[in-house]
């Protein structure tokens, strides 16, 4: 099972950045509008993010822990990575110049290396964070 982990800093308290992604139903942090549709509340909830015509990513909330500001999601259609299985979690802590967003997953590669999946998704988890920053900032 693979296994990639990227922490982004956030000049933010912990519980602003927490406060923006525990929605999961609010995409405002991803740029440009984004189309978005969801499929009930609260864990066992899924959002389907409208990359483009043809491409359709679910997602489906699994758990959402306030005290420990951490969040479970999985992707079982539409993973925008070459990956089986894959399962994440976000998790959010106080720092002394803001807070941590840690996000993190496990997978099955597939067709292509683990450390290649790997780099995949560190590098669109960079992204994503840094979007998270900038809108929390």
């Known amino acids: 099972m693979g296994r990639a982990t990227v922490t982004q800093a956030m000049n933010a308290p912990a519980d602003a950045v927490w406060q923006l992604i525990s929605d999961f139903g609010d995409t405002s942090w991803m740029p440009g509008g984004t189309p978005v549709e969801l499929e009930g509340e609260g864990p066992g909830m899924a959002r389907i993010i409208v990359a483009g015509p043809d491409t359709r990513i679910r997602e489906q909330l699994e758990s959402l822990d306030p005290a420990s500001r951490t969040l479970v999601y999985t992707i079982p259609e539409g993973v925008p990575f ?16 803001g807070s941590n967003l840690t996000w993190s997953c496990e997978f099955e590669a597939d067709g292509v290396s683990e450390a290649e999946a790997q780099a995949a998704i560190e590098q669109m988890y960079g992204v994503m964070a840094g979007w998270v920053r900038d809108r929390v900032v």
């Open 82 to 97: 070459p990956v089986t299985g894959y399962r994440s979690t976000m998790v959010v802590e106080p720092t002394d110049e």
